[in-house]
């Protein structure tokens, strides 16, 4: 059974960095595309960043590219995502997910993406 395990939230400044990690468990990971997603109190879980199982190719939130970047390492069972200059508006809790329908990460679409692990929370205030 798929289980992800994520970690590396926190309470950043607004500016500050950090690197979430996804850790699987129970399959190997390689068979599938990965995403990774957001809810903010009171709002909708929103896609973030999405890479295929090869990481050949990356999928990004309009709103948010040039500040996430998306990795795997496949020799771990990992899936990374890394945030720059953190603003107030990206705190929420952080997911991890796999697409149901492809392994190439063809869309942010929540409902096309299953296992949830618990999340982890990322607060940026100063």
């Known amino acids: 059974q798929l289980q992800f395990v994520e970690s590396g939230g926190g309470l950043v400044q607004p500016g500050g960095s950090l690197r979430l990690s996804c850790v699987a468990s129970?399959?190997?990971?390689?068979?599938?595309?990965v995403g990774w997603f957001r809810q903010a109190p009171g709002k909708e879980r929103e896609g973030v960043a999405c890479?295929?199982?090869?990481?050949?190719?990356?999928r990004y939130a309009d709103s948010l590219k040039g500040r996430f970047t998306i990795s795997r390492d496949n020799t771990k069972n990992t899936v990374y995502l890394h945030i720059n200059n953190l603003k107030p508006e990206d705190t929420a809790v952080y997911y991890c997910?796999?697409?149901?329908?492809?392994?190439?990460?063809?869309?942010?679409?929540?409902?096309?993406?299953?296992?949830w692990g618990q999340g982890t929370q990322v607060t940026v205030s100063s």
């Open positions: 997910a796999i697409e149901i329908y492809s392994n190439y990460c063809e869309s942010l679409v929540t409902r096309e993406y299953s296992h």
């Open positions: 129970g399959v190997f990971l390689e068979y599938y595309a």
């Open positions: 890479i295929s199982r090869t990481s050949n190719f990356t």
